[in-house]
């Protein structure tokens, strides 16, 4: 297997990830849950995973052993102890750039600072094992039947997609984060006024807040609240409180546009039936 059909399988089992993750949280939460960093259907950690593990299974090929020459165990301890490094250091990047959480396995038993738990590493090691030992032959037979040109072709889509989301996404969380600062500000502002406001016998400071909040979200474009939701929490308390009263907002303002969509559309019915009415009178 060259560099460009590791690319291209990167980016099939980066969609293959996000599916399974948006799948998993709908049946656990009775709901649909967008997941993921990136803005389109992509989780990259599971792309990387799998990369990993058909990158070892490659290596361990070309030493001439098989998969039956290698314990399933020690497969399964590699699996485990990768993805839970991968995860914890994906998280702690994460974090340290955009002061963010996008999971948090803090009520999760036996988890190491909220970032990677026990439970879900074996899970990981099992899913690996599996791969190893009947995913990657299958891999490694559908690469030597395509030619090198599709590969190519495949891994250019792949990074040129991937490239964009990026750059679509960062610029998202930028201006989500500016926007959560504004939050704040805004919460300051109010609380510069609450004193007078009381004295006069006005309580006006939790709605002039959520009214702020609420032109804020009415601003912001669909890959910005897209950005917002997916953050699990921020690890700053003003921050994360700010981005609590930009959620419900976005909510709020999300809910008014299905509203608005549903009167228009009734509206837009009742009008043609109106006209074929009188079509039919005349």
Known sequence: MDICSYVAWFGLFSI?????ECTYCAIRTKRWDNRGFLFGPVCPIYGFGVSAVLIVAQAIASTGATSTNVAWWQVFLCASAGSAVLEYTTSYVLEKCFHARWWDYSN??????????????????????????FV???????????????WEVLALLTVGLMSADLALTLSAL????????RSRADFDAVM???????ASGRRPLGTDLEAAAHRTAEEMSLVQRRALKSIRSYTSEHREEGAARLRR???????????????????????????TDARDGR
Do not use: M
């Open 16 to 20: 293959l990830g996000w599916v399974y």
């Open 108 to 133: 999760v038993p036996l988890n190491l600072n909220g970032r990677i738990c026990l439970p879900f590493a074996l899970c990981f090691g099992a899913v690996g094992t599996l791969l190893y030992y």
């Open 136 to 150: 990657c032959p299958l891999l490694g037979g559908a690469t030597v039947s395509l030619p090198l040109t599709a």
């Open 174 to 181: 930028t201006d989500v984060t500016q926007r959560v600062e």
């Open 192 to 198: 510069e006024t609450a004193v007078d406001d009381l």
């Open 249 to 275: 907002a976005v909510a709020r303002v999300e809910s008014e546009r299905r509203a608005r969509k549903h009167a228009d559309g009734r509206t837009n019915g009742a009008s043609d039936t109106d006209a």
